[in-house]
C-alpha cells in the first residue's frame, strides 16, 4: 500500500524565457512570482493553485506544462504508472520522469509538502 497525490503544476520554460515567462505568469494570474532559492531553475506562482505548488522552471528543453505527483514511495508508484501505460524516460535526482499516453510528462517524487497535508489529500493506493 503506498499514496501519492498531484503537487505541482510545473510550467516548464526554455531557460532563456524563465524570467520573462514567470513576469507574464505572475500578472497574468495576479499572484506573486518568487525565487526558490533551494532550487534556482524555479519561481514559485504562490497561491495561483490553492492546494497546488505552482512553478515556472528553467529548462534546457522545449516549453511544456508537466504535472508532479508526490508520493510515499516512489519505486511503487512508478510501477503502477508504468502499469497503467506510462513510459519512464530519465531520472533527476530522486525523480522518475515518466511520459503518459497522450506524450505529457509526469514527475514521480518523493513526498514535498507538509506531512499533514499530504495525508489528507492523497489517494490511497493498494
Do not use: N
Not at 499514496?3 to 500578472?27: G, L, M, N, Q
Amino acid at each position: 500500500m503506498h499514496r501519492s497525490r498531484v503537487y505541482a503544476v510545473i510550467i516548464d520554460t526554455p531557460e532563456a524565457d524563465a524570467a520573462r515567462a514567470a513576469k507574464f505568469w505572475s500578472a497574468a494570474l495576479g499572484v506573486d512570482a518568487q525565487p526558490f532559492p533551494p532550487a534556482p531553475q524555479f519561481t514559485t506562482l504562490h497561491q495561483a493553485l490553492p492546494g497546488l505548488t505552482t512553478a515556472v522552471q528553467a529548462v534546457d528543453d522545449a516549453p511544456r506544462i508537466h504535472l508532479d505527483i508526490e508520493t510515499d514511495d516512489v519505486e511503487a508508484e512508478t510501477a503502477r504508472l508504468t502499469g497503467l501505460g506510462a513510459e519512464e524516460i530519465s531520472r533527476w535526482q530522486d525523480c522518475h520522469v515518466l511520459r503518459v499516453p497522450g506524450g505529457q510528462l509526469v514527475c514521480v517524487l518523493p513526498v514535498e509538502s507538509d506531512p499533514e497535508d499530504f495525508q489528507a489529500r492523497a489517494t490511497v493506493w493498494p
